[in-house]
């Protein structure tokens, strides 16, 4: 089972529609999650962290499940420029707490 | 500005040489990293450093090596030991722990390398 699962997509919406992104974890002692935003041919940028509580930041919400080792990333009201690969981030739970990254959820909205 | 400068942003290698990729901070990060980017594939850690003078292997550190003499820089040297070199190669760094900082990472903008 990889570390980080995410489904790849492609994920096609309209403009202004919610989608929702899953991501799976199998490391129990991870403490550390986020979702990273990349362009295509640019470097990963941080989107959110993600906290137990759930957190919110504008259009985009994200959930922690630790019992069920489970995140997600709601966007709504979906603009173009949300195109992008979304990558679920978790932490190995180890000393050094490297970052394990998924391979990311592709999303195109359409006009 | 402050931020990670990787360089050079394209290289093509021919089969047996080593190059080295630039990777310069001025965040005042202590831990930096070097992570492999192909596609349809996560990011794989190549080596991370988290001061200087020291540095740790990474999940796919065979071929590949590096060095730590400075703080602001983390140089990664490709050798021909590397069979598959291909790909698109990112450094990162961490802040300091503290209450805002997390475990976040932040990236260079990347450095492509071709064999050719």
């Known amino acids: 089972r990889k570390e980080v699962e995410q489904d790849p997509g492609p994920f096609n919406v309209p403009e202004g529609a919610t989608v929702a992104f899953n991501c799976t974890y199998s490391?129990?002692?991870?403490?550390?999650f986020f979702w990273y935003r990349q362009d295509c041919r640019k470097e990963p940028k941080l989107l959110m962290s993600?906290?137990?509580s759930g957190n919110e930041d504008g259009r985009f919400t994200a959930q922690l499940n630790r019992a069920s080792q489970y995140i997600s990333l709601l966007i709504r009201d979906s603009k173009l420029s949300d195109s992008a690969t979304y990558l679920c981030?978790?932490?190995?739970?180890?000393?050094?707490?490297?970052?394990?990254f998924g391979t990311g959820t592709l999303l195109a909205v359409q006009p | 500005d402050g931020g990670i400068t990787q360089s050079p942003k394209y290289l093509f290698r021919k089969e047996g040489q080593n190059v080295t990729l630039s990777c310069e901070q001025n965040?005042?990060?202590?831990?930096m990293y070097w992570y492999r980017q192909d596609p349809g594939q996560g990011l794989r850690l190549i080596y991370y450093?988290?001061?200087?003078?020291?540095?740790q292997k990474g999940d796919i550190a065979e071929g590949y090596s590096v060095s730590r003499e400075k703080k602001e820089s983390f140089p990664l040297t490709v050798t021909s030991a590397q069979k598959n070199p291909t790909a698109f190669y990112l450094c990162?760094?961490?802040?300091?722990?503290?209450?805002?900082?997390?475990?976040?990472?932040?990236f260079g903008e990347g450095s492509w390398l071709t064999v050719v």
């Open positions: 990162a760094s961490k802040p300091p722990k503290g209450p805002s900082s997390g475990n976040t990472i932040y």
């Open positions: 490391n129990s002692a991870s403490q550390s």
């Open positions: 993600v906290y137990s």
């Open positions: 981030v978790v932490s190995d739970g180890g000393a050094t707490n490297k970052l394990i």
């Open positions: 965040l005042n990060h202590d831990a």
């Open positions: 450093s988290q001061i200087v003078n020291d540095f």
